[in-house]
């Protein structure tokens, strides 16, 4: 049992039986480095740097504009989106891969807002339910939405997920949800929460931000309304990679959004001066794509399509569990509080730990190769890539923790970056 662990060579005997740890040859990661930070920015896949070569060499600089129809750029967002797909549950022509998550998030929260304005109560249904501490973003994106909108939409904000049960009812249009909470790591049962949701009338929106890559999603069986996230994450896409926005086909057919930019017109190269949004999932486009960075999107999906996620939920699971107890055992006494679930069926990918002196001693970790981040308040996260972190990871990782904060060697006074 993982919680019975207590040496380096139990470590490393966990990864010598790990039939994943071949997969790491596939990313490239400084030498020294410890990297449990996928969670925000996914390693780089070593085929990203011959990709971006070859559409900057051939395909830009050699082919020009040829290239959107003999490269199949005009392509991407929906071929790289059937790529995506079977990692979330869905099919086909479902998904494409475009814009940032809040602006997908943006498109599609406005189009579930109209979709309810076609039923028969939409006059008393004006609540958008979320967490408080959702993805500030998520936020953000719903206040800006409900503000230009004008129409009398509220946003209610819980403050735990036992009171989705009261707040989702008869007045809720949209529950807008993110599947794993991006500071805690807890995990929301998909199926359950939808259901119930949609028991009361409302539509719902997942954000797959913190989940995508990182676990099994299924989001034809939970019977999912919309869903969007993050390619830069857990799947490897590169630093700003274009997300991803996923509409279930029943609402296909209805749905609209505001940023009815050419890229979702039926006939865009008609030049026509009418927008009429084309069949199908496209019409979650907007504009023209960032080609450079949306093509290295494929170099990570290509290597997930080397495993399945169940084998890499296995053993995300046995990290998580790994480092919770080495962190507890090997640490302990040293006022480092979990914040993460400690229950499988209600834990992502990363594992978090607040400490008074967070903020410094992740500064000094990272100073010594071991890579997480920080998050107010007081939060140490540890991201856990299956793909690409091993078992003596872990150890080296916890090992590297503990000598900080026993010797309080962390940086007191560290002057916090713009990016933490
Ligand atoms: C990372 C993350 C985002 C990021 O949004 P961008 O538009 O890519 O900046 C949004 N929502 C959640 C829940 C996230 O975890």
């Known amino acids: 049992m993982i919680n019975s662990i207590d040496s380096r060579a139990a470590c490393q005997a966990l990864d010598a039986d790990d039939p994943l ?35 900057i060499q051939q395909e830009w600089g050699v082919d020009l ?68 501490d959702n993805f500030p973003t998520d936020i953000y ?23 989705l049960a009261s707040a989702v009812n008869a007045e809720t249009a949209v529950l807008m949800l993110t599947h794993v909470n991006y500071r805690s790591g807890h995990l929301h049962d998909m199926q359950a929460v939808t259901a119930a949701a949609q028991e009361q009338g409302a539509l719902v929106l997942w954000d797959l931000a913190h989940s995508a890559g990182a676990l099994p999603i299924d989001l034809h069986a939970a019977n999912a309304d919309f869903a969007v996230g993050c390619t830069y994450k857990y799947l ?9 926005a996923w509409i279930a086909p029943r609402h ?17 190269f008609t030049m026509q001066p009418g927008f009429t949004p084309v069949d199908g999932i496209r019409r979650a486009l907007c ?37 919770i107890s080495l962190v507890e055992s090997r640490c302990a006494g040293l006022d480092l509080t979990l914040v ?36 107010e308040p007081q939060v140490m996260r540890f991201g856990f890539t299956p793909l690409y972190t091993g078992f003596c990871d872990v150890w080296d990782a916890v090992e590297t923790l503990r000598q900080i904060v026993a010797g309080k060697e962390y940086q007191i006074n560290a002057q916090q970056e713009a990016v933490t």
């Open 21 to 55: 740890a071949p997969l790491r040859a596939q990313f490239d990661l400084p030498p020294g480095v410890i990297y449990l930070d996928g969670n925000s920015l996914g390693a780089r896949p070593r085929a990203a740097l011959q990709r971006a070569q070859q559409v």
């Open 65 to 132: 504009i040829r290239s959107w129809n003999k490269a199949g750029w005009f392509d991407l967002p929906a071929r790289l989106g059937n790529q995506l797909a079977p990692l979330i549950g869905a099919k086909d022509n479902e998904v494409v891969i475009t814009d940032s998550t809040s602006i997908n998030l943006f498109k599609l929260l406005a189009g579930a807002l109209q979709l309810q304005t076609a039923k028969a109560d939409a006059a008393t249904r004006k609540v958008i339910v979320t967490e408080r």
């Open 141 to 163: 994106m719903a206040q800006g939405l409900t503000e230009w909108l004008d129409r009398g939409y509220r946003i209610h904000l819980i403050d735990s997920p036992q009171e």
């Open 236 to 244: 490897n896409g590169g630093p700003g990679a274009p997300a991803f």
């Open 252 to 268: 296909h057919a209805q749905f609209r959004q505001p940023l009815s930019g050419w890229w979702g017109h039926r006939a865009p």
């Open 287 to 323: 504009g023209t794509q960032p080609i450079v960075s949306m093509a290295l999107v494929e170099c990570g999906l290509d290597i997930f399509a080397q495993t399945d996620m169940q084998a890499l939920r296995k053993k995300s699971l046995a990290l998580t569990d790994l480092f």
């Open 340 to 375: 993460t679930p400690r229950a499988h069926a209600e834990r992502g990918s990363h594992v978090s730990f607040a400490h008074a002196h967070g903020y410094g001693i992740m500064r000094e970790l990272i100073a010594r190769g071991v890579i997480g981040d920080y998050r």
